[in-house]
Structure formats: structure tokens, C-alpha cells
């Protein structure tokens, strides 16, 4: 299993939109994290940045973000959601949420 953190800036006159579509996530959308081997997801907010948290139990991560990518489910509720969101600063050209570097754990 491998963590994952990342961060993404929300747009401020979007917030509430985001936050109601994320408190009924479809349940395809769901089901499919859940089948690309994503494990305990979590996304929270703070002044204007989205932080999330998952798990990755696979063993193919490009892969299954592929996989995900091309679900035609997932591609509408991405439509929904990036208008929403804007990568943060100092992303990468082409990324949208940034991962960022584990600086500890303790299990």
C-alpha cells in the first residue's frame, strides 16, 4: 500500500458547489475508486486549497488512474468538478492536483 497526498486550490465563488456535489458523490464514481484500488479517501479544505488523502493498494497506479480516466462515468463528474478547482502555483505543466512529498508517518 502506498499513501498519497494532494493538494489543489479550490476557486472561492465555486467552493459550495464543491462541497455539495462531494456530499452525494455518485455511486459509480464510488465504485470505480474503489475498483482502481483507491482505499481510504479523504479530501479537506483550508483557506482556499483541497487537500486530499488516499491509499493505493495496487500494484499497476498508472495503470489504474488510466483506467479511471477513461471511465465515461468519472469523465462527467470530472466536468463537474475541475470547474471548480485550478492547479496550485507551483504545478507541474499538465498537472492538475499536485502530489506532495510524505515528510513523516507513524503507524
Not at 24 to 50: F, P, T
Request: net charge negative; charged share 35%; hydrophobic share 30%.
Amino acid at each position: 500500500m502506498k499513501r498519497y497526498g494532494t493538494v489543489i486550490r479550490v476557486k472561492p465563488e465555486k467552493l459550495e458547489e464543491y462541497k455539495k456535489l462531494h456530499a452525494d458523490v455518485w455511486e459509480d464514481v464510488k465504485r470505480k475508486i474503489k475498483e482502481v484500488h483507491i482505499e481510504n479517501y479523504s479530501i479537506y479544505y483550508k483557506e482556499g486549497y483541497l487537500f486530499s488523502y488516499y491509499e493505493y493498494s495496487g500494484d499497476d497506479y498508472e495503470g489504474d488512474m488510466k483506467k479511471m480516466a477513461m471511465d465515461e462515468r468519472t469523465k462527467e463528474w470530472w466536468k463537474l468538478t475541475d470547474p471548480c478547482q485550478q492547479p496550485v502555483e507551483s504545478a507541474s505543466p499538465g498537472e492538475w492536483w499536485s502530489v506532495m512529498e510524505e515528510v513523516f508517518h507513524l503507524d
